[in-house]
């Protein structure tokens, strides 16, 4: 058998069990209802678009004018990325598997390199499928052309990446010459582009007023066809114009330029061609160590976080689920991904402040600061059960290891809630207090009124809704592992788990939803006998009863989720 | 005789595979049994069941006098498990893992013992790496660390010995072989059969998810006395007895 007929073997074969096996699972009905839901998505959000009834008028010139600039700018950006970005080494990767049964069989580099460039024109193949299913229709009046051409683009595109990668790793064997060679060739260029782009705008400048319809589409449009700046752009003009084919005839005009450039890269790739087994192999060992630490929730950077210190000196006497508590707080300190999402939800929140022409940002920091701080204190009850995840969705996949723990399952359910729960609400408590400091923000009686009472009720009463959201996240993982995968490598794939995440969340929603009515009408029965005398004082006290509702449901959940943590068999989808 | 461990008609099936079927057998203190079987046999199945990872299908396990389905949270506090592959918190050091273990178990004088377990696996000077920084036989040290920091009475080890070097196999076998003689029961999983031959007191042979064997390997090869029976080795019992599972198994 030759080595081609071997891959085709190989591609044919897995897909076939691929498939098998996907049918074989929707014998479960979990996994049937899941496959109906997502071919239900699928056919509603993107199969349903392809219904084209449309001519060439239904697309308007300002939209096609913006997407050839979008798809010429991806293209030139791409080719740049090539040349400046990235380490001098050959692009080209193999995964692990592919690396121990292809580079010890009896084939040579070549067949290797036509392997991987047939692995990329496929990728390509499926980048224009997707391409065509969400922007097709807007762009192009013909699907089929816009695929194609697209296929043409980005499969033209990943051989001069390839050629680009190859012609690098060449000059980077000549040390300092060949990065002095490298960087002063890409500076002609750019300095050449600089040049077109300042010509092109001292012929045709900004216009002065753009509040007219069409100026400055026509700017864009007068821009572009100038000299300097057309030249500039002319290759990839000609690389996109089959996808952007208003009609058979346009498209087999705009064809034979990007097939003979599709050929004269692929002859290109040949002649660089350079030893690319090592590179391979330490790409792909790098991947995989990545992959098996992601998997495990871990982080590939290590040595330095171990310094930072535990949050407090866990003494071996006392409540042994406190240790699990202890362990998340660590992980919390060690990992960054929660507070910087927070931190950049708050520089967000300034620069969108800012950019609205917001002067008291600057003169008057205070008021602005208070809405925002008890915006974001709000805002973490929706988004913080999502953002921060050093509980059972982190720990899952050590399974065994938390099973085998002393705890009774409601201990652990707990304990791993806790850590979560406290460092939500702890932030939340924080924004919130920096918020009510600061004040409202506007001269407003009714809102002067209100600002502390309703700040006192919230910080009641939000902890406790994040600390419903995370046990809502969390009953998701215990109760359907096989629809939420609790690793970040989310092993399940396929149209099945798309409807399986899709009923997941819309569940999630229904039970947080549900959860929150008993503790509303809670709320409501306290505050309003009170409303008569204490005023708005009466909303505190309503919600720290709805806050107490709230609390004691997530408690008898933990109870419930407890007892199907002991039951929870994993094994079914994970056979020894 | 008190028994740490008592196990009767343990099964676990995955789906409609019988991964173990009917086991029943017990361990006295200082006793170390040795589990073996071909790949697939069930013997991690089984270990998972013993350990209270995985619920069996049925039958009853009871260690330490605590029934592990009822008494689950005492019955685990007096075992250990080690798994082939060991797991770890990534975000705790290795000195933080033996306080982590220490507070679940309660194991107050926990520094005392840790650095000594430390010293015994050639841990000393890596209290601060993360679990990410160590080898895979260091790894495999710290479970057994981390497991041994509260003298359990039952151990359960699979595959103790993977990924270790020579020096850290001798002083492997030395240091089960201890914990044995202070009283604790072993159940230990291996292919490596002359450690299993070395180590352990009695076999436990199965196949299919059944047991073919159990006994000393003196009651083994006694009961299997064929015209070599006498000087067959432990190898030669193992071929034998997983060969005769495999011609009983029913057709597919």
Same mark, same amino acid.
């Given at each position: 058998?030759?080595?081609?007929?071997?891959?085709?073997?190989?591609?044919?074969?897995?897909?076939?069990?691929?498939?098998?096996?996907?049918?074989?699972?929707?014998?479960?009905?979990?996994?049937?209802?899941?496959?109906?839901?997502?071919?239900?998505?699928?056919?509603?959000?993107?199969?349903?678009?392809?219904?084209?009834?449309?001519?060439?008028?239904?697309?308007?010139?300002?939209?096609?004018?913006?997407?050839?600039?979008?798809?010429?700018?991806?293209?030139?950006?791409?080719?740049?990325?090539?040349?400046?970005?990235?380490?001098?080494?050959?692009?080209?990767?193999?995964?692990?598997?592919?690396?121990?049964?292809?580079?010890?069989?009896?084939?040579?580099?070549?067949?290797?390199?036509?392997?991987?460039?047939?692995?990329?024109?496929?990728?390509?193949?499926?980048?224009?499928?997707?391409?065509?299913?969400?922007?097709?229709?807007?762009?192009?009046?013909?699907?089929?052309?816009?695929?194609?051409?697209?296929?043409?683009?980005?499969?033209?595109?990943?051989?001069?990446?390839?050629?680009?990668?190859?012609?690098?790793?060449?000059?980077?064997?000549?040390?300092?010459?060949?990065?002095?060679?490298?960087?002063?060739?890409?500076?002609?260029?750019?300095?050449?582009?600089?040049?077109?782009?300042?010509?092109?705008?001292?012929?045709?400048?900004?216009?002065?007023?753009?509040?007219?319809?069409?100026?400055?589409?026509?700017?864009?449009?007068?821009?572009?066809?100038?000299?300097?700046?057309?030249?500039?752009?002319?290759?990839?003009?000609?690389?996109?114009?089959?996808?952007?084919?208003?009609?058979?005839?346009?498209?087999?005009?705009?064809?034979?330029?990007?097939?003979?450039?599709?050929?004269?890269?692929?002859?290109?790739?040949?002649?660089?061609?350079?030893?690319?087994?090592?590179?391979?192999?330490?790409?792909?060992?790098?991947?995989?160590?990545?992959?098996?630490?992601?998997?495990?929730?871990?982080?590939?950077?290590?040595?330095?976080?171990?310094?930072?210190?535990?949050?407090?000196?866990?003494?071996?006497?006392?409540?042994?689920?406190?240790?699990?508590?202890?362990?998340?707080?660590?992980?919390?300190?060690?990992?960054?991904?929660?507070?910087?999402?927070?931190?950049?939800?708050?520089?967000?929140?300034?620069?969108?402040?800012?950019?609205?022409?917001?002067?008291?940002?600057?003169?008057?920091?205070?008021?602005?600061?208070?809405?925002?701080?008890?915006?974001?204190?709000?805002?973490?009850?929706?988004?913080?059960?999502?953002?921060?995840?050093?509980?059972?969705?982190?720990?899952?996949?050590?399974?065994?290891?938390?099973?085998?723990?002393?705890?009774?399952?409601?201990?652990?359910?707990?304990?791993?809630?806790?850590?979560?729960?406290?460092?939500?609400?702890?932030?939340?408590?924080?924004?919130?207090?920096?918020?009510?400091?600061?004040?409202?923000?506007?001269?407003?009686?009714?809102?002067?009124?209100?600002?502390?009472?309703?700040?006192?009720?919230?910080?009641?009463?939000?902890?406790?809704?994040?600390?419903?959201?995370?046990?809502?996240?969390?009953?998701?993982?215990?109760?359907?592992?096989?629809?939420?995968?609790?690793?970040?490598?989310?092993?399940?794939?396929?149209?099945?788990?798309?409807?399986?995440?899709?009923?997941?969340?819309?569940?999630?929603?229904?039970?947080?939803?549900?959860?929150?009515?008993?503790?509303?009408?809670?709320?409501?029965?306290?505050?309003?006998?009170?409303?008569?005398?204490?005023?708005?004082?009466?909303?505190?006290?309503?919600?720290?009863?709805?806050?107490?509702?709230?609390?004691?449901?997530?408690?008898?959940?933990?109870?419930?989720?407890?007892?199907?943590?002991?039951?929870?068999?994993?094994?079914?989808?994970?056979?020894? | 005789?008190?028994?740490?461990?008592?196990?009767?008609?343990?099964?676990?099936?995955?789906?409609?595979?019988?991964?173990?079927?009917?086991?029943?057998?017990?361990?006295?203190?200082?006793?170390?049994?040795?589990?073996?079987?071909?790949?697939?046999?069930?013997?991690?199945?089984?270990?998972?069941?013993?350990?209270?990872?995985?619920?069996?299908?049925?039958?009853?396990?009871?260690?330490?006098?605590?029934?592990?389905?009822?008494?689950?949270?005492?019955?685990?506090?007096?075992?250990?498990?080690?798994?082939?592959?060991?797991?770890?918190?990534?975000?705790?050091?290795?000195?933080?893992?033996?306080?982590?273990?220490?507070?679940?178990?309660?194991?107050?004088?926990?520094?005392?013992?840790?650095?000594?377990?430390?010293?015994?696996?050639?841990?000393?000077?890596?209290?601060?790496?993360?679990?990410?920084?160590?080898?895979?036989?260091?790894?495999?040290?710290?479970?057994?660390?981390?497991?041994?920091?509260?003298? =359990?009475?039952?151990?359960?080890?699979?595959? =103790?010995?993977?990924?270790?070097?020579?020096?850290?196999?001798?002083?492997?076998?030395?240091?089960?072989?201890?914990?044995?003689?202070?009283?604790?029961?072993?159940?230990?999983?291996?292919?490596?059969?002359?450690?299993?031959?070395?180590?352990?007191?009695?076999?436990?042979? !199965?196949?299919?998810?059944?047991?073919?064997?159990?006994?000393?390997?003196?009651? !083994?090869?006694?009961?299997?006395?064929?015209?070599?029976?006498?000087?067959?080795?432990?190898?030669?019992?193992?071929?034998? !007895?997983?060969?005769?599972?495999?011609?009983?198994?029913?057709?597919?």
């Amino acid at each position: 058998m030759s080595f081609s007929s071997a891959v085709v073997f190989l591609w044919l074969a897995s897909s076939r069990n691929r498939l098998r096996l996907q049918l074989q699972r929707l014998r479960r009905p979990r996994y049937l209802v899941g496959a109906l839901v997502g071919l239900g998505y699928v056919y509603s959000i993107f199969l349903r678009r392809l219904e084209f009834g449309g001519t060439l008028s239904n697309v308007p010139p300002g939209v096609r004018l913006f997407a050839e600039l979008s798809l010429v700018v991806s293209a030139l950006v791409t080719v740049f990325s090539a040349w400046a970005l990235g380490p001098d080494r050959p692009s080209l990767t193999f995964t692990e598997s592919e690396v121990v049964q292809l580079f010890p069989a009896p084939v040579t580099r070549r067949s290797l390199l036509h392997y991987k460039l047939a692995r990329g024109l496929m990728g390509a193949a499926a980048g224009a499928l997707f391409a065509s299913l969400f922007v097709g229709r807007l762009v192009s009046p013909a699907p089929g052309f816009f695929f194609l051409g697209a296929f043409l683009s980005l499969g033209t595109l990943y051989l001069h990446s390839t050629a680009a990668s190859f012609m690098r790793t060449r000059w980077g064997e000549w040390g300092t010459r060949g990065l002095v060679a490298r960087w002063v060739a890409l500076g002609c260029v750019l300095a050449a582009v600089g040049l077109a782009v300042y010509s092109s705008l001292e012929a045709h400048p900004f216009p002065r007023t753009v509040g007219t319809p069409g100026v400055l589409r026509n700017w864009v449009q007068s821009l572009v066809e100038s000299p300097g700046l057309s030249a500039v752009l002319w290759p990839a003009r000609l690389l996109v114009a089959p996808a952007l084919a208003r009609d058979a005839s346009d498209f087999l005009s705009a064809l034979p330029p990007v097939l003979v450039l599709a050929l004269a890269h692929y002859v290109w790739v040949r002649l660089a061609e350079v030893p690319f087994e090592e590179s391979a192999v330490t790409q792909a060992e790098t991947r995989t160590r990545e992959r098996a630490q992601r998997a495990s929730g871990g982080s590939a950077r290590g040595g330095a976080l171990a310094s930072r210190k535990a949050p407090f000196r866990l003494s071996a006497r006392g409540r042994p689920e406190v240790a699990l508590i202890w362990k998340n707080l660590i992980t919390r300190r060690r990992m960054t991904g929660g507070v910087v999402s927070v931190l950049a939800s708050l520089l967000l929140g300034c620069a969108i402040v800012a950019m609205m022409g917001e002067s008291r940002f600057f003169t008057d920091t205070r008021r602005v600061l208070g809405p925002l701080g008890v915006s974001l204190a709000a805002m973490m009850a929706v988004v913080g059960p999502s953002v921060f995840r050093m509980d059972l969705r982190m720990d899952l996949p050590k399974l065994d290891l938390l099973r085998a723990l002393p705890l009774a399952g409601w201990q652990v359910v707990g304990a791993e809630l806790a850590a979560s729960a406290l460092v939500v609400g702890a932030l939340q408590l924080g924004l919130l207090t920096v918020g009510l400091l600061c004040g409202p923000g506007a001269e407003d009686p009714w809102l002067a009124t209100w600002w502390w009472p309703g700040g006192v009720a919230l910080a009641v009463l939000l902890p406790t809704v994040s600390l419903a959201g995370l046990f809502v996240q969390n009953a998701a993982v215990v109760l359907f592992p096989a629809w939420v995968p609790a690793d970040r490598t989310g092993s399940a794939r396929g149209i099945e788990a798309l409807g399986q995440r899709l009923l997941t969340l819309v569940g999630s929603l229904v039970v947080s939803l549900v959860g929150l009515l008993p503790a509303a009408l809670a709320g409501a029965v306290v505050g309003f006998p009170l409303w008569s005398s204490l005023e708005v004082w009466a909303l505190p006290l309503g919600a720290a009863a709805a806050s107490a509702v709230l609390a004691a449901e997530v408690g008898l959940g933990v109870l419930t989720l407890g007892r199907a943590f002991e039951h929870l068999d994993v094994s079914e989808d994970r056979p020894e | 005789m008190d028994f740490v461990l008592r196990v009767a008609g343990l099964e676990k099936r995955y789906g409609a595979v019988n991964a173990v079927q009917g086991l029943t057998f017990a361990v006295a203190p200082g006793e170390v049994l040795g589990l073996v079987g071909p790949n697939g046999a069930g013997k991690t199945s089984t270990l998972r069941c013993l350990a209270g990872i995985l619920p069996p299908t049925s039958g009853r396990v009871v260690v330490a006098g605590y029934d592990l389905a009822k008494d689950a949270v005492d019955a685990k506090r007096e075992l250990a498990f080690l798994p082939d592959e060991p797991r770890f918190f990534d975000y705790l050091t290795v000195w933080e893992h033996l306080n982590f273990t220490a507070r679940l178990y309660g194991v107050e004088d926990w520094e005392e013992r840790g650095k000594a377990l430390l010293e015994e696996m050639e841990l000393t000077g890596k209290e601060k790496a993360l679990p990410g920084e160590l080898s895979r036989g260091m790894k495999q040290k710290l479970s057994i660390a981390c497991g041994f920091l509260h003298s =359990p009475k039952l151990i359960l080890l699979d595959e =103790p010995l993977t990924g270790l070097d020579p020096i850290g196999i001798r002083r492997m076998k030395a240091s089960l072989r201890r914990r044995a003689e202070e009283g604790a029961a072993l159940v230990l999983s291996s292919h490596l059969l002359p450690l299993v031959e070395e180590l352990c007191h009695r076999l436990l042979v !199965i196949a299919g998810g059944r047991a073919m064997a159990l006994g000393s390997l003196e009651a !083994i090869r006694a009961r299997l006395s064929g015209p070599e029976g006498e000087s067959a080795s432990l190898e030669d019992l193992f071929v034998r !007895i997983t060969s005769a599972a495999e011609t009983e198994k029913p057709p597919p």
